[in-house]
């Protein structure tokens, strides 16, 4: 991993192996800004984007094992501006949208599962998507603007019928905050972090720790030969004064310390330390594949890629069900995501343990590097010998 820095492919660079809770491996090389070459360091903040909706799956979990809802409930029961969403079907002639009634209101379990047909805009250039993108919605002032614009939006297809990577961990957010009272930021860190000790974690950098953040990094779309640049938008300095809603979908960054606590509660079966957040049946729920038959991951959470055999998704974790058929070397049961500046995890529990991977790239036009492959493939191989 250290070698990616050397060869130019991100400027820094950390990843921590943790097996039966004793860190086997803990790296970190390159620097965290090129400015004055501050390196990467144990306690290093970086945007983790789409890693943020694990966290965001197990708050609303939380709420689940106190009775808030069922997996079957309609979406509707916690946010009533849904209930007339249509389906979009094609486009007549003039290119005006074809809308359907849906089938069913979207259930909790597709909402958690991308398989509800909300739209993203991160990609596709159907009028779901592309409104998703002309509407900003992603970029919202908070989570009820969000969800009153997203109720505008069509379904990409009837609910429960694919699998679409989708804004729908942000609607989870917004019912976190509607079940609980509280505002989402404040419901994880009452409930979630301070509990489990992420000190760091949250949607903003505090003043005092902005020494600590990582700058982005991402390749000039006319001149990647130049290598890779400061990526400087408005919108991935996450200061507390320019983060607008609180984005459960992909809002959060986070130290590898407090990464690793969240994993590790996971592998633990829901606790850390005497702290118990879930019940190992709830952990074990959230594992389990709930795609519907013939749908497909498109995506892994840094960026869409091929799909791909011998994976399915639970509640906000992609699954590895048969790593054979998936040309992965983990155990069976392995459950991942990653983050669109390139951070990445998974927990096997056959193997009893986890790695992450701390990166802040935006990885378009430049070299295409494999790191959660590269990554699995050196632990396997080491943990065969």
């Given amino acids: 991993m250290a070698n990616e820095v050397a060869l130019g492919h991100v400027k820094g660079i950390a990843t921590r192996l943790v097996q039966h809770g004793d860190v086997v491996s803990d790296m970190q090389a390159g620097v965290r800004r090129v400015e004055d070459s501050a390196p990467i360091t144990e306690d290093t903040i970086y945007r983790i984007y789409s890693m943020s909706k694990p966290i965001t799956g197990v708050a609303l979990m939380m709420l689940y094992e106190e009775g808030a809802f069922t997996l079957d409930d309609p979406v509707t029961k916690f946010v009533p501006e849904l209930a007339n969403l249509k389906v979009l079907t094609g ?12 089938n069913h209101v979207p259930t909790m379990r597709e909402v958690m599962t991308h398989t509800a047909g909300f739209a993203y805009g991160l990609f596709g250039d159907d009028i779901a998507n592309t409104a998703f993108r002309e509407e900003r919605i992603l970029a919202s002032p908070d989570l009820d603007v969000f969800i009153d ?26 019912i976190v905050q509607k079940i609980s009272g509280m505002r989402f930021g404040e419901f994880l860190q009452a409930r979630l972090f301070t509990p489990l000790g992420m000190t760091d974690t949250g949607f903003y950098v505090p003043a005092e720790n902005l020494d600590r953040f990582s700058e982005l990094y991402a390749y000039s779309p006319k001149q990647p030969e130049l290598g890779l640049l400061p990526y400087n938008e408005p919108w991935v300095q996450f200061r507390k004064e320019t983060v607008g809603m609180e984005s459960g ?37 959230m594992r389990t594949n709930m795609l519907p038959d013939g749908a497909r991951l498109f995506s892994d959470g840094t960026q869409p890629n091929a799909e791909t055999d011998g994976l399915g998704f639970g509640l906000d974790f992609g699954l590895i069900i048969d790593p054979k058929a998936a040309g ?23 193997n009893d343990l986890f790695l992450i991977g701390m990166i802040q790239r935006f990885g378009t036009n430049g070299p295409e590097v494999d790191f959660r492959g590269d990554s699995a493939q050196l632990v396997y191989d080491a943990l065969a010998k």
């Fill in 91 to 102: 486009v007549d002639e003039s290119g005006a949208a074809i809308l359907a009634d849906p």
């Fill in 328 to 350: 992965r070397p983990q155990g069976a049961g392995t459950y991942f995501w990653g983050g669109a500046a390139g951070t990445w995890f998974w927990i096997d529990p056959v």
């Fill in 149 to 174: 614009k997203v109720a505008a939006v069509p379904l990409l297809f009837q609910p429960g019928t694919a699998w679409s990577y989708s804004a729908s961990v942000d609607v989870q957010g917004y």
């Fill in 249 to 285: 979908g992909g809002g959060l960054v986070a130290t590898m310390d407090d990464y690793t606590r969240f994993c590790q509660m996971l592998l633990n079966g829901g606790e850390l330390d005497g702290v118990r957040i879930l019940e190992p049946e709830t952990v074990a729920l």
